[in-house]
Nanobody, 121 residues
Framework: QVQLVESGGGLVQPGGSLRLSCAASGSILSINAMGWYRQAPGKQRELVAGITSGGKINYADSVKGRFTISRDNAKNTVYLQINSLKPEDTAVYYC???????????????WGQGTQVTVSS
């Protein structure tokens, strides 16, 4: 029932910017947290940025100062503003939400299918 729909990925030159979005839809009672992860070729999936329902934000050290996470609670949507892109930022970016549904009775982790970000001249 719950779906995470991502958009905003693409091909950009070094130094460019992108804005990723992820909207959660379906029967949702509450969202505890949403965040962005990425997985580059030959590397493990890593947390990029996360935000809790209380507004606590966490960033990976590698993206601090360049990436900004934000949310729109009315739309159940999380955004990731990516500035000063580097080739090493190239990866598949995944959206994750921890949320509660009426049927589940407990908070559960949901993932989007991922969106490709490629940084190349």
């Amino acid at each position: 029932q719950v779906q995470l729909v991502e958009s905003g990925g693409g091909l950009v030159q070094p130094g460019g910017s992108l804005r990723l979005s992820c909207a959660a839809s379906g029967s949702i009672l509450s969202i505890n947290a949403m965040g962005w992860y990425r997985q580059a070729p030959g590397k493990q999936r890593e947390l990029v940025a996360g935000i809790t329902s209380g507004g606590k934000i966490n960033y990976a050290d590698s993206v601090k100062g360049r990436f900004t996470i934000s949310r729109d609670n009315a739309k159940n949507t999380v955004y990731l503003q990516i500035n000063s892109l580097k080739p090493e930022d190239t990866a598949v970016y995944y959206c994750k939400a921890v949320l509660l549904t009426p049927a589940g009775g407990y908070s559960y982790e949901y993932w989007g299918q991922g969106t490709q970000v490629t940084v190349s001249s």
